[in-house]
């Protein structure tokens, strides 16, 4: 935590509580259900998973932003163990995990990260979910131990995105584009006077 601004922790502490908050109100909103029916009694309970593995990007450019939407939101759920993998982890990744209450973070990125929070390698434990974006590799990884752990979503990041401005692309997008090397960041200009209609041939 001291290897970072004071300024960008500030700003770590005030996104986490901004998730924090919302995601207190969406487990209020989930609870348990029993009704009595013909012959017995039904409904459901919703508990918390004992481990999660949050898996965040960082080739590239760190991206403490995956840590804080993960690990915030599983301590909130009651996960009693959280874990963090993410490739050569900054300082600001490091202290992303600190503010979010991580239990520990695996140096590690790519299908074998992956690999290691499904089924476990060394210190780190089997989770019982594994979440976070990724590139074509980690999806590819979560496709294959769905089977043997509950996954957040299947699809990968897209291969072209559009940012409809006249200037330059900015800087805050190039993380996005990347996560995925093959990603081709495209810019939209605005016309301020209407293109000549064409019809094919």
């Known amino acids: 935590m001291d290897a970072i601004p004071d300024d960008d922790l500030v700003r770590l502490e005030r996104v986490a509580a901004r998730i924090r908050a919302f995601a207190e109100a969406q487990r ?8 009595a029916i013909p012959g017995g009694r039904t409904g459901h309970r919703v508990s918390p998973v004992a481990r ?19 690990a915030v939101t599983a301590r909130v759920a009651g996960v009693p163990s959280v874990w963090i993998a993410s490739p050569k982890p900054s300082p600001v990744t490091l202290a992303a995990a600190a503010v979010a209450g991580a239990d520990a973070v695996l140096a590690a990125g790519g299908a074998h990260a992956v690999a290691a929070l499904a089924y476990g390698a060394g210190p780190v434990p089997a989770c019982d979910v594994v979440v ?7 999806t590819a990884a979560k496709r294959l131990v769905r089977a043997h752990v509950r996954i957040d979503s299947w699809p990968a990041l897209p291969s072209w995105w559009c940012l409809p ?12 584009s990347s996560r995925r090397p093959s990603t081709i960041p495209m810019r939209c200009r605005y016309w301020s006077r209407p293109m000549r209609s064409w019809s094919p041939p």
């Open 165 to 176: 401005t006249n200037r330059r692309i900015p800087r805050w997008s190039r993380p996005t």
């Open 132 to 138: 976070g974006p990724g590139n074509a590799y980690v």
């Open 52 to 70: 999660a593995g949050c898996y965040a990007p960082g080739g590239r450019y760190p991206l403490p932003s995956s840590v804080l939407m993960t």
């Open 28 to 35: 209020d909103a989930l609870r348990d259900v029993e009704a």
